[in-house]
């Protein structure tokens, strides 16, 4: 049952990779923000089902946790990908943590410009939020396929 769910990711991943790669060669600008987006999208969406793919490897079979914390909840310390996930949210920089910077960024509206003019010029580091280049995404891509290829091998050794 949970390679079905394994499938359902790589399906996600191959897709979003797919987008990326139709971005780089997209003439108009509208097009390659279409195209970023869907790939974002679907590379939450498979982040999303990681945490559904785990519950079924623990034989529960109803639940959909939307986070972290709820799989926490469902299973406490039996789970050791539990620990392993929130090993990487609590790390510096890792796909995790890109995909958790990229949902922030991509359900929010933009940031305010402030005007500059003389009387206002102050030096400041400005939020410019996640890399947004299609090799950031495309890593994170892969570093997530690596981690549920690694969790499927384990779990079908069982």
């Given at each position: 049952?949970?390679?079905?769910?394994?499938?359902?990711?790589?399906?996600?991943?191959?897709?979003?990779?797919?987008?990326?790669?139709q971005?780089?060669?997209?003439?108009?600008?509208?097009?390659?923000?279409?195209?970023?987006?869907?790939?974002?999208?679907?590379?939450?969406?498979?982040?999303?089902?990681?945490?559904?793919?785990?519950?079924?490897?623990?034989?529960?079979?109803?639940?959909?946790?939307?986070?972290?914390?709820?799989?926490?909840?469902?299973?406490?310390d039996?789970?050791a990908?539990?620990?392993?996930?929130?090993?990487?949210?609590?790390?510096?920089?890792?796909?995790?943590?890109?995909?958790?910077?990229?949902?922030?960024?991509?359900?929010?509206?933009?940031?305010?410009?402030k005007?500059?003019?003389?009387?206002?010029?102050?030096?400041?580091?400005?939020?410019?939020?996640?890399?947004?280049?299609?090799?950031?995404?495309?890593?994170?891509?892969?570093?997530?396929?690596?981690?549920?290829?690694?969790?499927?091998?384990?779990?079908?050794?069982?």
């Open positions: 049952m949970a390679s079905q769910w394994h499938s359902l990711i790589s399906q996600k991943v191959f897709l979003a990779k797919t987008l990326i790669s971005r780089d060669r997209a003439d108009t600008l509208p097009a390659q923000e279409a195209l970023w987006q869907g790939a974002v999208e679907l590379s939450l969406r498979a982040r999303a089902l990681v945490l559904i793919m785990i519950t079924r490897f623990y034989q529960d079979k109803q639940s959909e946790p939307q986070n972290l914390e709820a799989l926490r909840a469902l299973f406490g039996e789970a990908e539990i620990g392993e996930l929130e090993a990487l949210a609590a790390s510096g920089s890792n796909w995790w943590i890109y995909l958790s910077q990229l949902e922030r960024y991509q359900t929010r509206p933009p940031a305010a410009k005007t500059v003019s003389d009387e206002n010029i102050i030096a400041v580091a400005a939020d410019t939020g996640p890399d947004r280049t299609s090799e950031a995404l495309s890593q994170a891509l892969t570093d997530l396929k690596h981690f549920i290829d690694a969790l499927e091998e384990r779990h079908s050794e069982w």
